[in-house]
């Protein structure tokens, strides 16, 4: 009896200085939300009201994992374990940009940063969330960010259009025409003489021809076969980060985004801030496609492949690809937008070719595109099939 009463003491004093806190944290502007060592939610500021779109009698109690979309709500509890475990600071003392959920489903991206504080001698965090899909600020929160993606564009980009107007192809080209032209004036009288001359001349157009193609072979493989560094990323990082750059503008308000990560083949090989990229425009393109549809539905999953690879895919439920732009989708200056350049799958196609994986399109079980491409896996002990 005497310990259940120490607990009730204890609970009573850390309720009475929750109170006090309430107070003070209700004056901060942007949200803040204070939790338990098991996840629960002990207070809930009024810029958290305003944010989320809850009453705080009706998160008290609950778990934060409320308050996120997959895969950080199935995860959360892990994370605080691990660190009540082993102490190990994974995401306290940080700040970092990632995505939370309204009380209506929508997903919108946020800063969120971490903190942790005794309350009755008992161990609580503090979460300080600032909504950045209208922010002033966001430029300068995601300017690195941005930066980094923008470079990645920029030099896939001059890839695509050197591999389309490199100035060594002039030469090759010039002589077919002139080759092909004199051919085709020696055949206008097809005497003995003249076709000798015009087999020569068929037969240096071909020789300029196969130039060329290697001219272009060198070409690719120099933008291939760059000095590409791999690292071991986590996939639930790179979806989260480009899930909110892409949905910074607001985007994602009506848009029903469910995210679903293999926890079998969790880490991959890959240079994180390419890969944010090609997330990023697959995820763009999605919700640019659903614009005008009724429902809005966006799928990201990552599932385990064979050969030690990983699919990641990216769903939507918009009104599909046409046909005639589907087999040549990934070419440079191919663009299903009427304003579109048609640099933006070219540059995820290179991406993902000079990592070793394969991207494709094709029709999702949702009724709009799926786009898919396959990286290595990270954890198989070094072993790849």
């Given at each position: ?7 009730d003491?204890q ?6 200085e929750?109170?006090k ?13 204070i939790?338990?060592q ?7 500021s ?11 009698e009706q ?7 409320m ?9 959360h ?11 190990e ?5 940080t700040?970092r ?17 971490v903190g942790e504080m ?7 965090f503090?979460?300080?969330?600032r909504d950045?899909?209208e922010?002033?600020?966001?430029e ?6 941005q930066a980094?993606l923008?470079?990645?564009?920029r ?8 591999n ?16 092909s032209?004199?051919?085709v004036?020696l ?8 076709i000798e001359e ?16 290697g ?12 000095n ?10 790179l ?9 910074v503008n ?10 679903s990560?293999?926890p ?9 801030v390419?890969?944010q990229q ?8 999605a919700?640019?496609a ?14 385990c492949a064979?050969?030690?690879?990983v ?5 939507d ?7 005639h732009?589907a ?5 440079p200056f191919?663009?299903t937008k ?6 933006g799958?070219a ?7 000079a ?5 494709r399109?094709?029709?999702s079980d949702?009724?709009?595109?799926e786009f ?6 990270a ?7």
């Amino acid at each position: 009896m005497t310990n259940t009463a120490e607990n009730d003491d204890q609970s009573d004093s850390a309720f009475s200085e929750l109170e006090k806190l309430h107070a003070l944290i209700d004056m901060v502007p942007e949200a803040m939300v204070i939790i338990d060592q098991r996840g629960h939610i002990r207070s809930f500021s009024k810029g958290a009201e305003r944010m989320f779109g809850y009453d705080e009698e009706q998160v008290l109690g609950e778990n934060v994992s409320m308050l996120m979309p997959s895969p950080d709500r199935e995860a959360h509890d892990d994370y605080i374990n691990h660190y009540l475990d082993t102490g190990e600071k994974r995401m306290i003392g940080t700040r970092r940009v990632t995505t939370a959920s309204r009380c209506n489903g929508s997903t919108f991206p946020i800063e969120l940063s971490v903190g942790e504080m005794p309350i009755a001698g008992k161990r609580h965090f503090t979460g300080f969330i600032r909504d950045i899909t209208e922010s002033e600020e966001r430029e300068q929160t995601l300017q690195a960010l941005q930066a980094d993606l923008a470079h990645v564009s920029r030099i896939s980009a001059m890839g695509g259009i050197a591999n389309s107007i490199a100035h060594e192809l002039n030469q090759p080209l010039t002589g077919i025409a002139n080759y092909s032209a004199a051919g085709v004036d020696l055949l206008a009288d097809p005497s003995g003489a003249y076709i000798e001359e015009a087999r020569h001349a068929f037969s240096e157009c071909r020789s300029e021809a196969l130039r060329a193609a290697g001219i272009i072979s060198k070409l690719r493989d120099f933008i291939s076969r760059g000095n590409t560094v791999l690292e071991i990323a986590s996939i639930d990082r790179l979806v989260n980060s480009a899930t909110a750059l892409a949905l910074v503008n607001g985007d994602g308000r009506d848009v029903d985004l469910s995210v679903s990560i293999d926890p079998r083949c969790k880490s991959v090989l890959a240079v994180p801030v390419q890969i944010q990229q090609v997330l990023f425009n697959l995820i763009r393109n999605a919700l640019e496609a659903m614009e005008r549809t009724h429902s809005k539905r966006l799928r990201v999953t990552s599932t385990c492949a064979p050969e030690g690879k990983v699919q990641v895919s990216v769903s939507d439920c918009g009104p599909g690809l046409d046909p005639h732009v589907a087999s040549r989708l990934f070419h440079p200056f191919i663009s299903t937008k009427a304003s579109g350049i048609g640099l933006g799958l070219a540059i995820c196609h290179t991406i993902v070719n000079a990592h070793g994986g394969k991207i494709r399109a094709g029709p999702s079980d949702m009724g709009g595109t799926e786009f898919a491409f396959t990286l290595k896996r990270a954890d198989l002990g070094g072993e790849y099939d």
